[in-house]
């Protein structure tokens, strides 16, 4: 026997092997009797049903056999016993003797029925094997998934070839042509007489329950019940057998989804309020955008089922974004916001109490904390607020859902979920959805396992999915990360509800990401008042002519006796009443507060009414023992044994060295702002392309040791006993879906300090919706403050056009302080912070950018803060600062006044040039090489928004006699000027013109010839220190 195994496994395919080895972890182990007592040169031509693919079913029978002998047929039973024995090749196998007929199904089940020969035997059952197999794959291609019958849901309307779809699908006819095509001299090899034959079934299915053999009626009976009718189970291209037997289980064991009398009247009461509640917005509002959930109201329940499971096993946040379509009723069903704070919102009349523009009803958000009934535990849940702009909440709902996991110690996601909801246009068509998913398995990114829910309405506004999509299905982008996909027909609850049970078990057990694919319609055109039978005619007749899945459920539960009529009247009329006394109340409602709608509460940090505790800022010094102690362990190795990089013990000797001298640079002022807040309990995160070294090789928080793989070591850590965690990830190359994440991720608490930054300040451009929709109008539109920081490198270098420019001019254009009013203002540098809605900074020392890191901190409210940083001034000789400019007493300088001779005798100042960034350092080089430090003073503006218009104010007062020159290394189109000028104007309340030094207009934000860059450098200084350059223009 030992030969047979062995012949058969050299010609068996690979994997077979890893089959047969799971095959025997689920059989006891039985003594093997048999030797090896010769050894043959061509068993396989002796024994020719011994094949490669025949293997494994041998090897099948034969642990069956050793299990049981009475377990498999009788000729099997002679074989193995001869082979055993050491039979020679061709002898081991006899004939069987003929049976006779058998008189009941049992009897039948109990024994294969014998073939002419083994061949043939062995040839039939693998045939079944492949018709499982078969199923489980194709299976869903055929599922009735479409409530309205009209498109297939996979966009293909053509069968498998390789499934036999039973009587039930088609008519005998074709159902007899297709298992002719399949079987006699085809695909299969069987033949309609084989319908009644009892196979043994294959240990990769489930369908025969505690039967281990069925006819194969009844095997393609009971593949259609589990793949081919209203849910269709995508799960085959997972490469983790233990994952698929799961789902295996959970969809082919015989009448596993039953459901009780009880479970079923709360999914009819659940469907009553989401039905109701739509139509209760369309009596009193028939002419309002709602963007309705008519058409798959069964997504309230669907989404109370996974909570309820998820709360079952252990969840107690819950955190979900969603798109605009049904949103209103999530809150209300979902979520349970008053029904009169949703109805007021129609209010024409309602005013605004809160600062700021606010948004439309069906974009805003949701905290709330409440009990759940069915698991009578505890359950936060929160909906993300999100803009028009489809999936861009993907990220931040996944970013905030890893903050929370990460405050209470949620290490494996027991505690805390996301679900996220998707529109089937926008998961196929929208780029970022793809992004997302490819950090849910990355260690810094992971939050253990996300339920999607697609409300797949087959339509995307007017276009048709055929033109929508390239893919099958609008889920095929969840396939890239081995994420189970669960095809549903929205017109069957119970299913539904079974395949989200399904789905919320999963994440729980393998903490992976699912899909459920509620594949409805949409009875309303785009909103309430779009007319869909101009673009889809024939979708919508038959829309019309739909009855509504509350009607069909509950004429259903009549006819099966769970409910009556006047059950059922009664529910509705329960529900009609609370809506109505709900909208009796909501009139009394005058002022709309959003807070009321806020999705991220800070408990704590405002006052009860959600101003800040003070307007003031304290000093952002620090004593110089706190700076010697964390330069000195950035400039060592607090690890035994640890080899690192030649080259990186060189940088680190002369950080150490320049801790002596008392001196930063621009990684140790980094390293310093970090390292003071993490002592005082501040947690922080830094993430984006390459940070963990720096893209400039500056920055090296992360230290490698140099002979043992993986072993790594972070310094920051090491700093304090009781210091908070420091976070440092290198991203995936994702812009747009990294920043949405560091942005959700600073949602979840005001006492972090959360950054991003950018390989490249400019390729934030590929982020530009989260800068637009969230980051820059957040607070504005959801009363949400933020204080994540986004580093950009920036600075013109010669380095070409797509790495120069961080594109400041974007960042000032979309600022709200007006340039034509001088703020008057109490407190005026904290309160004008307070009022803008970001900051916006390029500091030109290292001092600088120190303070202002831990200022944002130290402030009593969050803003989001945009600094441009350095290249070359990351190790430019003179970027340096002393720790002086470091110590208890300093702050952050928004304007450093020239200091040198010009200082000393401005009325003899003819020009002041205003500056920002790295420029500074070219004038200050050229106009030291032309000898006119006592004629021109240079003013660095390091915050650019709000525009400092105190300070600047006081410089040019303070050189009564000079010209106003804007000096910037960018393109005049570019840059700051544009946003600069009419403030400086308006400063010196327009007494002089504010002139211009700097590159002309371009298309590209710089050249890509480094002798072009530098005739255009040395051009903008010509200009900037001829004293002549703006006489004919005055």
Known sequence: MLNLRTCAAKLRPLTASQTVKTISQHRPAAPRTFQQLRCYSAPVAAEPFLSGTSSNYVEEMYYAWLENPKSVHKSWDIFFRNANAGAA?????????????????????????????????????????????????????????????????????????????????????????RLRVLTVGGFYGLDESDLDKVFHLPTTTFIGGNESALPLREIIRRLEMAYCQHIGVEFMFINDLEQCQWIRQKFETPGIMQFTNEEKRTLLARLVRSTRFEEFLHRKWSSEKRFGLEGCEVLIPALKTIIDKSSEKGVDYVIMGMPHRGRLNVLANVIRKEL????????????????????????????????????????????????????????VVQGKTKAEQFYCGDTEGKKVMSILLHGDAAFAGQGIVYETFHLSDLPSYTTHGTVHVVVNNQIGFTTDPRMARSSPYPTDVARVVNAPIFHVNADDPEAVVYVCNVAAEWRSTFHKDVVVDLVCYRRNGHNEMDEPMFTQPLMYKQIRKQKPVLQKYAELLISQGVVNQPEYEEEIAKYDKICEEAHAR?????????????????????????????????STGLNEEDLTHIGQVASSVPVEDFTIHGGLSRILKTRGEMVKNRTVDWALAEYMAFGSLLKEGIHIRLSGQDVERGTFSHRHHVLHDQNVDKRTCIPMNHLWPNQAPYTVCNSSLSEYGVLGFELGFAMASPNA???????????????????DQFICPGQAKWVRQNGIVLLLPHGMEGMGPEHSSARPERFLQMCNDDPDVFPKLDDFDVRQLYEC????????????????????????FRKPLIIFTPKSLLRHPEARSSFDDMLPGTHFLRVIPDSGPAAQNPEQVKRVLFCTGKVYYDLTRERKARQMEADVAITRVEQLSPFPFDLLQREAQKYPAAELVWCQEEHKNQGYYDYVKPRLRTTINRAKPVWYAGREPAAAPATGNKKTHLTELQRLLDTAFNLDAFKDLA
Request: glycine share 4%; proline share 7%.
């Open 753 to 771: 300090l959360v950054l991003w930054e950018a390989q490249f300040g400019d390729f934030h451009n590929t982020a530009q919706c989260i800068i």
């Open 89 to 177: 090749p061709g002898t081991a196998y006899q004939s069987p003797p003929p049976l006779t007929s058998l008189s009941t199904l049992s009897q039948a089940q109990s024994l294969v029925q014998a073939q002419p020969n083994v061949d043939k035997l062995v040839e039939d059952h693998l045939a079944v094997q492949s018709l499982i197999r078969a199923y489980q794959i194709r299976g869903h291609h055929v599922a009735q998934l479409d409530p309205l019958g009209i498109l297939d849901a996979d966009l293909d309307s053509s069968l498998p070839a390789d499934i036999i779809t039973s009587t039930d699908k088609l008519d005998l006819a074709v159902f007899k042509e």
């Open 586 to 618: 909501s009139k009394d409602e005058k002022i709309l507060h959003i807070k009321h709608w806020l999705d991220s509460p800070w408990p704590g940090f405002f006052t009860l009414d959600g101003q800040p505790r003070s307007m003031t800022c304290p």
């Open 340 to 395: 009169e704070q949703i109805f007021c919102q129609f209010d024409s009349k309602l005013e605004a109490a809160d600062e700021g523009s606010g948004d439309v009803k069906y974009h805003l958000g949701m905290y709330h904390r409440r009990i759940n009934r069915v698991t009578d535990r505890n359950i936060t849940l929160s909906l993300v607020a999100n803009p028009s702009h489809l999936e861009a909440a993907d990220p």
């Open 837 to 860: 809605n970001w900051i916006v900074v390029n500091c030109s020392t290292p001092a600088n950018f120190f303070h202002v890191l831990r200022r944002q901190i130290l402030l009593p």
